[in-house]
T-cell receptor
Framework: DTEVTQTPKHLVMGMTNKKSLKCEQH?????MYWYKQKAKKPPELMFV???????INESVPSRFSPECPNSSLLNLHLHALQPEDSALYLC?????????????FGNGTRLTVT | AQKVTQAQTEISVVEKEDVTLDCVYE???????LFWYKQPPSGELVFLIR??????QNEISGRYSWNFQKSTSSFNFTITASQVVDSAVYFC????????????FGSGTRLLVRP
């Protein structure tokens, strides 16, 4: 079983809805990540939080809004999404943001925007 | 520029065959880290191995082995006596120290192991 837990597993939302994806880890990791993965493509980095502060935003549209309430939790708030935002959203964590810490991924949330 | 190339898009083998997944990377940095991840149909990316740029020792873990060669910028992954449960997409990834610590993924290799 993965040590990074993501909810929900599946989400279908309309373009006018507001929803949130949640991610939780209890490994004491200080860096947390959101990735987006389209079918048959590698994951693409969206955001990185390091010590609960936003460290990297990969020019993600503002309809995606991350939040890190504490060191164990990471949310991704969704609003006014487009059908092309349908994808697998993966959360990950690592001990630190530095390069040699492997990322541990959750099972992902499969998002469909109708 | 930093880049990871996995030239094999899909590989199909019969159970018990050995299979090697290729990974070639590009970077001008002298310190970097290489990773392999497995993504089964369930979606989770499972960490398999990390290798530092200054450690060229090959590694074996059960049926898995990795061959790191800096001279050819390659970090290949071999599965010995493949099993149906090995069917997944495998990603090679590069992580740099002195940029933004981003994980640069290859495009992935889909491995199908047939019974």
């Amino acid at each position: 079983d993965t040590e990074v837990t993501q909810t929900p597993k599946h989400l279908v939302m309309g373009m006018t809805n507001k929803k949130s994806l949640k991610c939780e880890q209890h490994m004491g990791h200080r860096a947390m990540y959101w990735y987006k993965q389209k079918a048959k493509k590698p994951p693409e980095l969206m955001f990185v939080y390091s010590y609960e502060k936003l460290s990297i935003n990969e020019s993600v549209p503002s309809r995606f809004s991350p939040e890190c309430p504490n060191s164990s939790l990471l949310n991704l708030h969704l609003h006014a999404l487009q059908p092309e935002d349908s994808a697998l959203y993966l959360c990950a964590s690592s001990q630190e943001e530095e390069g040699n810490s492997p990322l541990h991924f959750g099972n992902g949330t499969r998002l469909t925007v109708t | 520029a930093q880049k990871v190339t996995q030239a094999q898009t899909e590989i199909s083998v019969v159970e018990k065959e050995d299979v090697t997944l290729d990974c070639v990377y590009e970077t001008r940095d002298t310190t970097y880290y290489l990773f392999w991840y497995k993504q089964p149909p369930s979606g989770e990316l499972v960490f398999l191995i990390r290798r530092n740029s200054f450690d060229e020792q090959n590694e074996i873990s059960g049926r898995y082995s990795w061959n790191f060669q800096k001279s050819t910028s390659s970090f290949n992954f071999t599965i010995t006596a493949s099993q149906v449960v090995d069917s997944a997409v495998y990603f090679c990834a590069l992580r740099l120290v002195d940029s933004s610590y981003k994980l640069i993924f290859g495009s992935g290799t889909r491995l199908l192991v047939r019974p």
